[in-house]
């Protein structure tokens, strides 16, 4: 039986193929993980903004303004930060 590239998951047919020619279980995982760091960075944005943290999704720079809120939502400054440092969030 033929194995995906890295060797994690049996290829039976087509089926188990994307249209680029990767392996559909492998992509499945990689988007679990990308859900799980960007709902972590997500929970981390809003508990910065709770604290009167403002960041700027762009520069990922940050300012102390208690009362204010993100003029960004915070999905967007979490997709910088995962975008940025995917690898370090778990």
Do not use: W
């Not at 049996?10 to 859900?35: F, T």
């Not at 204010?68 to 400054?77: D, G």
Request: with cysteine.
């Amino acid at each position: 039986m033929d194995m995906c590239r890295p060797g994690r998951h049996p290829i039976r047919g087509s089926q188990d193929r994307l249209p680029n020619g990767g392996c559909r279980e492998c992509d499945r995982e990689a988007g679990a993980r990308y859900r799980a760091k960007r709902q972590a960075a997500i929970e981390y944005v809003r508990a910065l903004e709770a604290h009167g943290i403002i960041t700027n999704p762009d520069t990922l720079g940050i300012e102390y303004k208690p009362g204010e809120v993100n003029s960004a939502p915070a999905e967007a400054l979490a997709d910088s930060l995962v975008d940025r440092f995917g690898e370090q969030i778990n």
